[in-house]
């Protein structure tokens, strides 16, 4: 569904603001031809705006730049690996029972969290819409974020996501931050409560992470540090290597490994 378009008949992508307004118009020709809703592309696109506070944090993640202890410094590792212990022994029976389903064990997925929103205590305030539609529009990754927000365009359309959803400056919701096409991919419902909840749901958002992970070929019982078998999973999730390599670290940790 929304597979996106090619790339011969793609909106014009610009790198400021003075081309949106003329992309929002193409793009809504095109994702109603595409087979999206022509209420839905109303609804959507009349929502969003250029949004700056999104292309300065595309233009500005130096800490991924950084040595692993500047790192963990910056981003509060170990205060991660602290919290992260309280969290695996308050949420014992949610983190067994995602282990059982999925084969990932708690602590990487406890890193994962703390590292992306302090354990949901931050999701972002950036427009969810406006931020990956700017995406879409700008040069640099417009391909990779047309299909973002084709994936949007799918959630919006089954209810999963509201036009008024706030979250990071990339366009990431809930409190593993996944990105709208990890949402369709990989979204459970952790608590069985009959729908998926990224962002009000902590067992929703940890055992889609886990799914995510087996997805990108988390192997059951194997290890996750740099070299071994499951690496490539967390790898998966974040391209730079210092994060990577922090998440293994507090995971492993916290897993008393």
Known sequence: MFAGIGAANAATCGNNSSGFDRWVGQFSQEAVANGVSQSVVNKVMSSVRYNRPTISADRGQHSFKLSFDQFMAKRGGTTIISRGKSMKRGNAALFKSIEARYGVPAGPLIAIWGMETGFGSYMGNQPTLSAVATLA?????????????????????????????????????GQTQFLPRNVVR????????????????????????????????????????????????????????????????????????
């Open 137 to 173: 529009y700008d040069c640099r990754r417009s391909d990779y974020f047309t299909d973002q927000f084709y994936a949007a365009l799918q959630l919006v359309s089954s209810g999963s996501l509201s036009i008024n959803a706030r979250g990071a400056a990339h366009g990431e919701v």
């Open 186 to 257: 990989f979204g459970v419902d952790g608590d069985r409560n009959g729908r998926v909840d990224l962002v009000g749901s902590r067992a929703d958002a940890l055992a889609s992470t886990a799914n995510f992970l087996r997805g990108h070929g988390w192997q059951p019982g194997a290890g996750y540090q740099p070299g071994q078998p499951n690496f490539a999973a967390i790898a998966g999730w974040n391209a730079a290597t210092v994060y990577q390599k922090a998440i293994a670290y507090i995971g492993a940790q916290i897993d008393g490994q």
